[in-house]
């Protein structure tokens, strides 16, 4: 009898030390949940696979009410999006399981081939998770160097940076690959890329409309991480001509809109905050970080509601863009950032016990007033950016 109980307690203990924080955090055990970035991207990974229909699509977004949930999609997904989607889930995997790798040598491999075929259908917007991908694949075979040179290929021929679903129609700007420096307009409104004249005073819902900063933040990091991946400085100048674009959005939000909207300037410009920190990260050239600077010296850290409108009822709790913010600021090695991120993760990563729980599926979620809104690409790079922190997330759970 004593030996079964001793035998009895040995299982009991060793189940117990399998048992992760996380796990020990979920049923009550602790009052906080501790993540790497790699395990939040894995568990955001579940959510991202979930979204893949029994035809091998992926729906665009899962939409929740009342916590009734149900998947979606736009009205046209481009096949090379289900091959990069296919390619982001191989690639997480991958990391804790070589096994994966040839896997995920073969969907490059297809995902080569079509973009072959048609560059015409490629963008920036789309190339960016891509181009992190290669970046961090650790590998100089074949299929590596070839998928790198047509991704090289493709962002060549582009000369017009397409910014797709304004008000006036589809944005067309040329791209500069001669070296300039990056244009700001701290006491002027510029007009705006290829609209008329300037934003006036508007209220939120106009701004959140009518702006492209994010969208142009989001583009330069391609030619980022081309610059990444081939030393060549062409690119580094080409994310300049992008980022002068989105300066000049910057301007015109920051000095026009009215405050009710400055939640939108704030979220929206985090794409162009990581652009400069990246460059700065690659080159070492310290004039990059002066416009980051600036920009959090007028966010306060300390008051996370600074960022967004959580407290708010009446407006759109979008978190998404919040995120590149967060890791500027860990780049920039400014520890501030870690009440923002438990702000964030909280209120937005759905997971059991935290604000933002709905489903538990892992997916980073914007929260609407009367609905919550999970998309399939948004969460990619939200992943993308997390993964690779060499930080430890330490998350209280809610009351």
């Not at 079509?114 to 970046?135: H, M, R």
């Not at 679903?165 to 002027?188: H, L, M, N, R, W």
């Not at 996370?304 to 407006?315: A, H, K, Q, R, T």
């Amino acid at each position: 009898m004593i030996a079964v109980v001793i035998i009895a307690g040995i299982i009991y203990a060793l189940f117990s030390l399998s048992s992760s924080k996380t796990d020990q955090a979920i049923t009550g055990k602790e009052d906080y949940i501790e993540m790497t970035g790699l395990e939040i991207a894995e568990k955001n990974l579940e959510f991202i696979e979930s979204m893949k229909d029994t035809g091998g699509n992926y729906y665009s977004f899962r939409e929740c009410v009342n916590k009734e949930c149900v998947n979606k999609k736009a009205n046209s997904e481009k096949h090379f999006i289900q091959l990069r989607n296919d390619a982001f889930i191989l690639y997480v995997k991958s990391l804790k399981d070589s096994g994966y790798k040839n896997e995920l040598k073969n969907k490059l491999i297809e995902i080569n081939e079509l973009y072959k075929s048609s560059p015409q259908d490629v963008n920036e917007f789309v190339l960016a998770p891509l181009i992190e991908i290669l970046i961090n694949y650790n590998g100089n075979d074949d299929i590596y160097i070839e998928l790198k040179n047509v991704v090289i290929e493709i962002l060549d021929k582009r000369t017009l940076l397409y910014i797709e679903g304004t008000e006036d129609g589809d944005q067309y700007v040329p791209i500069s690959f001669e070296e300039k420096e990056i244009e700001y307009y701290y006491d002027e409104k510029p007009p705006l890329p290829a609209m008329q004249g300037t934003i006036n005073d508007m209220n939120y819902d106009e701004a959140l409309k009518k702006s492209k900063l994010d969208q142009y933040g989001r583009r330069a990091l391609a030619y980022i991480g081309a610059f990444e991946l081939t030393g060549d400085t062409k690119y580094e100048y080409a994310a300049r001509s992008v980022m002068t674009y989105a300066n000049k959005w910057y301007a015109n939000i920051n000095q026009e809109v009215k405050a009710d909207a400055k939640g939108v300037f704030k979220q929206e410009s985090c794409f162009l905050i990581l652009d400069h920190v990246k460059l700065y990260k690659l080159t070492g050239n310290e004039a990059y970080l002066e416009f980051p600077s600036m920009f959090f010296e007028e966010v306060d850290f300390n008051n996370v509601y600074s960022l967004n409108f959580i407290d708010n009822p009446e407006y759109i709790n979008d978190l998404y863009s919040m995120i590149p913010c967060i890791k500027a600021f860990e780049l920039m090695d400014k520890p501030e950032y870690g009440k923002a991120i438990t702000y964030y993760l909280e209120n937005s990563f759905d997971y059991p016990n935290l604000k933002g729980y709905i489903e538990g599926d892992g997916a980073f979620q914007t929260i609407y007033k009367d609905h919550s809104k999970k998309e399939t690409y948004e969460n990619i790079q939200i992943s993308l950016l997390l993964m690779n922190s060499n930080n430890r997330f330490r998350i209280k759970k809610a009351n």
